[in-house]
Protein backbone atom coordinates (compact mmCIF):
# COMPACT_ATOMS: atom_id res chain seq x y z
CA UNK A 1 0.00 0.00 0.00
CA UNK A 2 1.23 3.25 -0.66
CA UNK A 3 1.84 6.06 1.56
CA UNK A 4 -0.45 8.73 2.28
CA UNK A 5 1.03 12.30 0.89
CA UNK A 6 2.28 14.61 3.34
CA UNK A 7 0.74 17.89 3.21
CA UNK A 8 3.43 20.53 2.83
CA UNK A 9 2.97 23.91 5.06
CA UNK A 10 1.69 25.95 2.37
CA UNK A 11 -1.21 23.59 1.89
CA UNK A 12 -1.59 23.19 5.24
CA UNK A 13 -2.26 26.78 5.99
CA UNK A 14 -4.54 27.40 2.76
CA UNK A 15 -6.53 24.53 4.21
CA UNK A 16 -6.26 26.44 7.71
CA UNK A 17 -5.99 29.92 8.07
CA UNK A 18 -6.38 30.43 10.53
CA UNK A 19 -3.29 29.13 11.71
CA UNK A 20 -0.84 31.40 10.11
CA UNK A 21 1.64 30.06 12.62
CA UNK A 22 2.25 27.09 11.03
CA UNK A 23 4.67 29.16 8.65
CA UNK A 24 7.24 29.02 11.97
CA UNK A 25 8.17 26.02 11.09
CA UNK A 26 9.20 26.91 7.39
CA UNK A 27 12.86 27.77 8.80
CA UNK A 28 13.42 24.82 10.85
CA UNK A 29 12.10 23.05 7.64
CA UNK A 30 14.95 23.95 6.06
CA UNK A 31 17.53 23.44 8.66
CA UNK A 32 16.44 19.61 8.98
CA UNK A 33 16.28 19.29 5.66
CA UNK A 34 19.88 20.70 5.28
CA UNK A 35 21.22 18.84 8.55
CA UNK A 36 19.41 15.46 6.74
CA UNK A 37 21.54 15.34 3.95
CA UNK A 38 24.88 16.13 5.35
CA UNK A 39 23.98 13.31 7.66
CA UNK A 40 23.53 10.75 4.43
CA UNK A 41 26.36 11.76 3.37
CA UNK A 42 29.05 10.31 6.33
CA UNK A 43 30.42 7.33 5.94
CA UNK A 44 32.78 6.24 9.04
CA UNK A 45 35.87 4.95 8.19
CA UNK A 46 38.36 6.46 11.16
CA UNK A 47 38.18 8.53 13.94
CA UNK A 48 37.67 12.01 12.19
CA UNK A 49 34.45 10.56 10.72
CA UNK A 50 33.23 9.09 13.66
CA UNK A 51 33.96 12.63 15.63
CA UNK A 52 31.65 14.03 12.34
CA UNK A 53 29.26 11.76 12.92
CA UNK A 54 28.47 12.47 16.47
CA UNK A 55 28.89 16.07 15.76
CA UNK A 56 26.05 16.19 13.37
CA UNK A 57 23.77 13.49 15.51
CA UNK A 58 23.60 15.84 18.13
CA UNK A 59 23.24 18.99 15.80
CA UNK A 60 20.07 17.15 14.10
CA UNK A 61 18.39 15.44 17.86
CA UNK A 62 18.41 19.46 18.10
CA UNK A 63 16.57 20.55 15.68
CA UNK A 64 14.22 17.62 16.23
CA UNK A 65 13.92 18.58 20.01
CA UNK A 66 12.79 22.39 18.73
CA UNK A 67 10.25 21.04 16.25
CA UNK A 68 8.78 19.36 19.30
CA UNK A 69 9.03 22.22 21.33
CA UNK A 70 7.46 24.64 18.86
CA UNK A 71 4.87 22.15 18.36
CA UNK A 72 3.84 22.33 22.28
CA UNK A 73 4.50 25.76 21.85
CA UNK A 74 2.09 26.29 19.06
CA UNK A 75 -0.60 23.96 20.37
CA UNK A 76 -0.32 24.91 23.79
CA UNK A 77 -3.04 27.63 23.26
CA UNK A 78 -5.62 25.40 21.21
CA UNK A 79 -5.23 22.24 23.38
CA UNK A 80 -6.20 25.16 26.54
CA UNK A 81 -8.96 26.11 24.85
CA UNK A 82 -10.25 22.81 24.31
CA UNK A 83 -9.84 22.28 27.94
CA UNK A 84 -11.63 25.03 28.73
CA UNK A 85 -14.37 24.32 26.57
CA UNK A 86 -14.62 20.61 28.32
CA UNK A 87 -15.02 22.27 31.70
CA UNK A 88 -17.37 24.62 30.36
CA UNK A 89 -19.46 21.48 28.81
CA UNK A 90 -19.20 19.63 32.50
CA UNK A 91 -20.38 22.64 34.17
CA UNK A 92 -23.64 22.79 32.52
CA UNK A 93 -24.30 19.06 32.51
CA UNK A 94 -23.76 18.69 36.37
CA UNK A 95 -26.55 18.24 38.46
CA UNK A 96 -26.52 17.15 42.58
CA UNK A 97 -29.05 14.21 40.92
CA UNK A 98 -28.86 13.30 37.45
CA UNK A 99 -32.68 13.68 35.76
CA UNK A 100 -31.82 11.31 33.30
CA UNK A 101 -30.77 8.71 35.88
CA UNK A 102 -33.29 9.48 38.03
CA UNK A 103 -36.47 9.27 35.95
CA UNK A 104 -34.77 6.18 34.69
CA UNK A 105 -34.56 4.55 37.94
CA UNK A 106 -38.09 5.79 38.48
CA UNK A 107 -39.69 3.61 35.46
CA UNK A 108 -37.27 0.82 36.13
CA UNK A 109 -39.00 0.83 39.82
CA UNK A 110 -41.97 1.23 38.54
CA UNK A 111 -41.98 -1.62 36.04
CA UNK A 112 -40.35 -3.76 38.98
CA UNK A 113 -43.51 -3.37 40.65
CA UNK A 114 -45.99 -4.00 37.76
CA UNK A 115 -43.99 -7.10 37.25
CA UNK A 116 -44.17 -8.08 40.64
CA UNK A 117 -47.66 -7.62 40.69
CA UNK A 118 -48.57 -9.27 37.34
CA UNK A 119 -46.28 -12.51 39.03
CA UNK A 120 -48.99 -12.31 41.83
CA UNK A 121 -51.81 -12.92 39.86
CA UNK A 122 -51.11 -14.97 37.39
CA UNK A 123 -50.04 -17.68 40.11
CA UNK A 124 -53.32 -16.27 41.74
CA UNK A 125 -55.51 -17.38 38.70
CA UNK A 126 -52.85 -20.92 38.23
CA UNK A 127 -53.72 -22.02 41.39
CA UNK A 128 -57.69 -20.90 41.13
CA UNK A 129 -57.52 -23.33 37.73
CA UNK A 130 -55.67 -25.86 39.58
CA UNK A 131 -58.58 -25.91 42.05
CA UNK A 132 -61.32 -26.34 39.50
CA UNK A 133 -59.36 -29.21 37.14
CA UNK A 134 -58.83 -31.11 40.58
CA UNK A 135 -62.79 -30.84 41.05
CA UNK A 136 -63.58 -31.62 37.65
CA UNK A 137 -61.67 -34.85 37.60
CA UNK A 138 -62.60 -35.82 41.31
CA UNK A 139 -66.18 -35.82 40.41
CA UNK A 140 -66.00 -37.19 37.07
CA UNK A 141 -64.48 -40.45 38.57
CA UNK A 142 -65.90 -40.01 42.17
CA UNK A 143 -66.97 -42.77 44.80
CA UNK A 144 -69.39 -42.05 47.50
CA UNK A 145 -66.09 -42.02 49.74
CA UNK A 146 -64.80 -39.21 47.33
CA UNK A 147 -67.98 -37.23 47.74
CA UNK A 148 -67.74 -37.56 51.47
CA UNK A 149 -63.82 -36.55 51.45
CA UNK A 150 -64.35 -33.24 48.68
CA UNK A 151 -67.45 -31.95 50.65
CA UNK A 152 -65.50 -32.18 53.65
CA UNK A 153 -63.39 -29.75 52.57
CA UNK A 154 -65.36 -27.55 50.02
CA UNK A 155 -67.88 -26.78 53.03
CA UNK A 156 -65.37 -25.15 55.40
CA UNK A 157 -65.27 -21.00 55.07
CA UNK A 158 -62.55 -19.66 52.08
CA UNK A 159 -59.64 -19.01 52.82
CA UNK A 160 -59.76 -15.59 52.28
CA UNK A 161 -55.74 -14.46 53.46
CA UNK A 162 -54.96 -17.08 50.55
CA UNK A 163 -57.46 -16.19 48.05
CA UNK A 164 -57.61 -12.52 48.39
CA UNK A 165 -59.33 -11.10 45.03
CA UNK A 166 -60.59 -14.28 43.82
CA UNK A 167 -62.28 -15.33 46.95
CA UNK A 168 -65.54 -14.61 45.80
CA UNK A 169 -65.03 -16.75 42.18
CA UNK A 170 -63.44 -19.31 44.88
CA UNK A 171 -66.93 -19.45 47.13
CA UNK A 172 -68.90 -19.97 43.80
CA UNK A 173 -66.61 -22.65 42.73
CA UNK A 174 -67.05 -24.29 45.66
CA UNK A 175 -70.97 -23.67 45.91
CA UNK A 176 -71.57 -25.25 42.85
CA UNK A 177 -69.32 -28.14 43.12
CA UNK A 178 -71.25 -28.96 46.86
CA UNK A 179 -73.90 -29.20 44.56
CA UNK A 180 -72.87 -31.84 42.48
CA UNK A 181 -71.16 -34.07 44.82
CA UNK A 182 -74.37 -33.91 46.52
CA UNK A 183 -76.24 -35.14 43.76
CA UNK A 184 -73.49 -38.04 42.32
CA UNK A 185 -73.37 -39.22 45.57
CA UNK A 186 -77.15 -39.17 45.51
CA UNK A 187 -76.69 -41.00 42.28
CA UNK A 188 -74.60 -43.51 43.43
CA UNK A 189 -76.09 -44.54 46.39
CA UNK A 190 -79.27 -44.47 44.44
CA UNK A 191 -77.54 -47.19 42.36
CA UNK A 192 -77.33 -50.49 44.77
CA UNK A 193 -81.02 -49.01 46.17
CA UNK A 194 -83.49 -47.43 43.57
CA UNK A 195 -85.29 -48.95 40.75
CA UNK A 196 -84.31 -48.58 37.56
CA UNK A 197 -86.57 -45.34 36.75
CA UNK A 198 -86.15 -43.76 40.07
CA UNK A 199 -82.18 -43.85 39.35
CA UNK A 200 -82.82 -42.42 35.58
CA UNK A 201 -84.90 -39.97 37.18
CA UNK A 202 -82.20 -39.11 40.11
CA UNK A 203 -79.81 -39.03 36.84
CA UNK A 204 -81.44 -36.30 34.88
CA UNK A 205 -81.66 -34.01 38.04
CA UNK A 206 -78.45 -34.31 38.33
CA UNK A 207 -77.72 -33.69 34.43
CA UNK A 208 -80.21 -30.68 34.46
CA UNK A 209 -77.74 -29.08 37.47
CA UNK A 210 -74.45 -29.84 35.46
CA UNK A 211 -76.21 -27.87 32.90
CA UNK A 212 -77.02 -24.75 34.97
CA UNK A 213 -73.99 -24.32 36.69
CA UNK A 214 -71.39 -22.68 35.03
CA UNK A 215 -67.93 -23.90 36.75
CA UNK A 216 -65.91 -21.53 34.76
CA UNK A 217 -63.21 -19.57 36.42
CA UNK A 218 -63.21 -15.93 36.30
CA UNK A 219 -59.90 -14.13 35.45
CA UNK A 220 -58.85 -11.37 37.59
CA UNK A 221 -57.42 -8.78 35.50
CA UNK A 222 -53.96 -8.11 34.55
CA UNK A 223 -52.58 -4.88 35.18
CA UNK A 224 -50.26 -4.22 32.41
CA UNK A 225 -48.10 -1.17 31.26
CA UNK A 226 -46.39 -0.07 28.35
CA UNK A 227 -42.33 -0.59 28.74
CA UNK A 228 -39.12 -0.72 26.99
CA UNK A 229 -36.79 -4.11 27.30
CA UNK A 230 -34.89 -3.76 30.56
CA UNK A 231 -30.75 -4.28 29.72
CA UNK A 232 -27.60 -4.22 31.29
CA UNK A 233 -24.26 -3.26 29.52
CA UNK A 234 -20.88 -2.30 30.07
CA UNK A 235 -19.52 1.43 30.88
CA UNK A 236 -16.29 2.80 31.81
CA UNK A 237 -14.68 5.85 33.51
CA UNK A 238 -11.38 7.28 34.48
CA UNK A 239 -10.87 6.18 38.40
CA UNK A 240 -6.98 6.99 38.43
CA UNK A 241 -5.30 8.87 35.76
CA UNK A 242 -1.83 7.83 37.00
CA UNK A 243 -2.89 4.25 37.41
CA UNK A 244 -3.98 4.16 33.47
CA UNK A 245 -1.82 1.94 31.15
CA UNK A 246 -0.21 4.50 28.60
CA UNK A 247 -1.28 2.75 25.97
CA UNK A 248 -4.99 3.91 27.02
CA UNK A 249 -4.19 7.38 27.74
CA UNK A 250 -5.51 10.13 25.90
CA UNK A 251 -8.00 7.55 26.91
CA UNK A 252 -8.43 5.53 23.81
CA UNK A 253 -12.10 4.17 24.02
CA UNK A 254 -11.55 1.87 21.42
CA UNK A 255 -8.76 -0.16 23.10
CA UNK A 256 -11.04 0.06 26.37
CA UNK A 257 -14.21 -1.27 24.77
CA UNK A 258 -12.23 -3.58 23.40
CA UNK A 259 -10.77 -5.18 26.68
CA UNK A 260 -14.07 -5.08 28.21
CA UNK A 261 -15.80 -7.01 25.37
CA UNK A 262 -13.04 -9.42 25.93
CA UNK A 263 -13.37 -9.64 30.00
CA UNK A 264 -17.10 -8.62 29.84
CA UNK A 265 -17.78 -12.33 31.44
CA UNK A 266 -15.05 -11.49 34.24
CA UNK A 267 -16.03 -8.39 34.87
CA UNK A 268 -17.45 -7.50 38.72
CA UNK A 269 -19.38 -3.99 38.37
CA UNK A 270 -17.88 -0.75 39.89
CA UNK A 271 -14.44 -2.79 39.60
CA UNK A 272 -11.15 -0.32 39.06
CA UNK A 273 -8.51 -2.05 36.74
CA UNK A 274 -5.50 -0.19 35.77
CA UNK A 275 -7.18 3.01 36.34
CA UNK A 276 -10.40 2.48 34.55
CA UNK A 277 -13.28 1.59 36.57
CA UNK A 278 -16.11 -0.70 34.94
CA UNK A 279 -19.82 -0.44 35.54
CA UNK A 280 -22.96 -1.68 34.24
CA UNK A 281 -25.50 1.13 33.45
CA UNK A 282 -29.18 -0.29 33.11
CA UNK A 283 -30.83 1.58 31.24
CA UNK A 284 -34.32 1.57 28.89
CA UNK A 285 -34.68 0.47 25.72
CA UNK A 286 -37.44 0.92 23.17
Request: glycine residues 2%; charged residues 30%.
Amino acid sequence: MAKKAIANLTDLVIANPNLTSLKQFEGLKKQLDESANQCLKIKITDESSLKVCENNLSKFNDLVKAVEDKHKELKKPHWDNCTAIDGAKNYILNFEVDPIDYLKKQKLAYIAEIEKEKERVETLNKYFNSAKDVLAMQLQHATIETCNKYLGIIKNPVNKEKWQELTPQVEELYKNYITLFELKKKELEATETATPDELEAIQQVAEEAKAKIEVAAVVAPIQTVSIGKIKKTWKFEVDNINDVPKQWLCVDEEKVKEYMAIQKDVLIDGQVIKGIKFYQQTSVVA
